[in-house]
């Protein structure tokens, strides 16, 4: 009499077919990802062409060096994205916290330290001590802190026209829940976003035409924020205007990881968006 077989242990093999298989279906269903922005100067950037005179083109700028999907820039003229075409990351380093750390590196300086607790900072609606990412207005702290070095610009397509000051505003917000998004000008709030808002009275700043300003962002809590941003302003007497919704990714969502890492071990590449030349 043959002796049975002894069983083959196939069950972690078909668990993990099956799970490779889910994500790849998943990953085939979805949008084409943004790229992402992680480090170097950068701006969101507004730009004038006479050929659409009641019309601004809105735009992230990646200046020559800033890194992109892990790659460096090497274009001088830097790199031009779509909105939406690209995430603006918020890494774990950017986590400062709302504390007084009176040594911490800030403004380029290794101990002159930095304070975000005080009264002009309850706006963001989270007490002291909690965490807090920030994007800082200072080349040196971004470099530092291992962030982009976020800049807001009006300098394309501007000369020779009548432009004043150009302004910022929200028109729209999505953020995880409990998430609040702010701009500050030193101390002086500009931007207090929250999730579930839909009113963005008193929510605003203006930079000169042909201007180059940097601010301080704030994010209470991790996950990805689109905030819908317009810029206006007048040329002589005509309005112009334009829109785009911007990307922020506040440390990387778990299921964005774990489904990257199954890709990856399935050997499927991420696909790509193309990317815009200036």
């Known amino acids: 009499m043959t002796a049975p077989r002894p069983a083959t242990p196939q069950a972690?093999?078909?668990?993990?077919?099956?799970?490779?298989?889910?994500?790849?279906?998943?990953?085939?269903?979805?949008?084409?990802?943004?790229e992402v922005w992680s480090l170097g100067h950068g701006d969101i950037g507004v730009a004038y062409d006479s050929a659409t005179p009641g019309a601004f083109e809105m735009?992230?700028?990646?200046?020559?060096?800033?890194?992109?999907?892990?790659?460096?820039?090497?274009?001088?003229?830097?790199?031009?994205?779509e909105p939406?075409?690209?995430?603006?990351?918020?890494?774990?380093?950017?986590?400062?916290?709302?504390?007084?750390?009176?040594?911490?590196?800030?403004?380029g300086l290794?101990?002159?330290?930095?304070?975000?607790?005080?009264?002009q900072y309850n706006a963001l609606g989270v007490p002291v001590g909690s965490n807090l990412w920030v994007l800082s207005p200072t080349g040196a702290d971004a470099d530092h802190y291992g962030t982009p070095f976020l800049g807001w610009a009006t300098e394309e397509g501007f000369d020779g026209e009548s432009f004043g000051n150009i302004t910022f505003t929200p028109t729209s917000f999505t953020a995880p829940a409990g998430g609040t998004m702010a701009i500050y000008d030193g101390t002086v709030q500009q931007w207090v976003l929250q999730a579930g808002d839909t009113d963005f009275v008193g929510d605003s700043f203006s930079v000169p035409a042909e201007g180059h300003v940097h601010r301080t962002l704030f994010f209470t809590a991790p996950g990805l924020y689109q905030v819908g941003i317009q810029a206006a302003g007048l040329n002589g007497a005509t309005s112009v205007s334009g829109s785009a919704v911007y990307n922020f990714e506040v440390v990387p969502e778990p299921s964005t990881l774990a489904l990257a890492a199954l890709a990856a071990a399935a050997g499927v590449p991420l696909a790509l968006r193309r990317r815009r030349l200036c």
Request: glycine fraction near 10%; aromatic fraction near 6%.
């Open 84 to 107: 939406g075409d690209i995430t603006i990351r918020v890494p774990t380093t950017a986590n400062l916290q709302r504390i007084n750390n009176p040594t911490g590196f800030w403004t």
């Open 110 to 119: 290794a101990n002159n330290g930095y304070d975000f607790t005080g009264s």
């Open 12 to 34: 972690p093999l078909r668990l993990t077919t099956i799970a490779l298989s889910s994500a790849l279906l998943a990953l085939a269903a979805a949008p084409t990802r943004a």
């Open 59 to 81: 735009e992230v700028h990646v200046e020559d060096g800033g890194v992109v999907d892990g790659v460096a820039i090497t274009n001088p003229a830097g790199q031009a994205f």
